[in-house]
């Protein structure tokens, strides 16, 4: 859907602390995508878990180094249903999620263009597990629009728009969080 490419935009011209999900993978699942399966429950629920831990060090690492003038962290990362969302939000309950939308076609055509750790005909299996987040039950959850053809310019404005959002919710709350 072009998570990673999101992500590393708002770290190179947003001013915020990219993190690319994929990196924290254990060698397990990384073994399990290169089998050309996808995860179990318990493999995303441990993921999950992984990923609120590596939240919590990237966020203090920031701090240490950039103490008040520390970066939003951005983390891409396909959290795939809401269960495993919920993980991550009790572990960081200021975190924000984005969903990175596309039309379907334009994922399947950045698959193929490879450097991914998912094939296409694994990203199509997979795309049948994701749960789009339900507005009644997430309804703070924005959505980027990167359909094929979606320019950077395009990009970094939604971007922009969703970062000032987060804040802005950020300074009602009282504090920085992840977006």
């Known amino acids: 859907a072009g998570k990673t490419h999101c992500g590393a935009l708002a770290g190179r011209e947003l001013g915020c602390a990219f993190h690319d999900g994929d990196s924290w993978l254990p060698d397990d699942l ?25 939240i919590a060090e990237a966020s ?9 003038n520390a ?10 249903k809401r269960r495993f ?11 924000h999620f984005v969903w990175v939308r596309d039309d379907g076609e334009a994922r399947l055509e950045r698959l193929r263009a ?7 005909e694994l990203g199509k299996r997979m795309a049948l597990d994701f749960e789009p987040p ?3 039950a997430e309804p703070d959850i924005p ?18 728009t969703i970062l000032e959002r987060v804040r802005e919710s950020d300074a009602i709350r009282g504090s ?3 977006a």
């Open 114 to 120: 490879g450097g991914n750790l998912v094939d296409t």
């Open 71 to 80: 970066r939003p962290l951005v983390v891409s990362q396909a959290m795939f």
């Open 134 to 136: 339900d507005p009644t």
């Open 85 to 95: 969302r919920d993980i991550v939000r009790s572990a960081h309950p200021r975190v």
């Open 60 to 68: 203090a690492a920031e701090a240490a180094e950039r103490g008040v």
């Open 143 to 160: 959505a980027i629009d990167n359909p094929a053809g979606t320019t950077d310019e395009d990009l970094l404005r939604q971007l922009a």
């Open 30 to 54: 990384r073994a399990s995508l290169a089998r050309g399966e996808g995860f179990t429950d318990e493999q995303r629920q441990r993921f999950a878990e992984e990923v609120g831990r590596r």
């Open 176 to 178: 920085p969080g992840a």
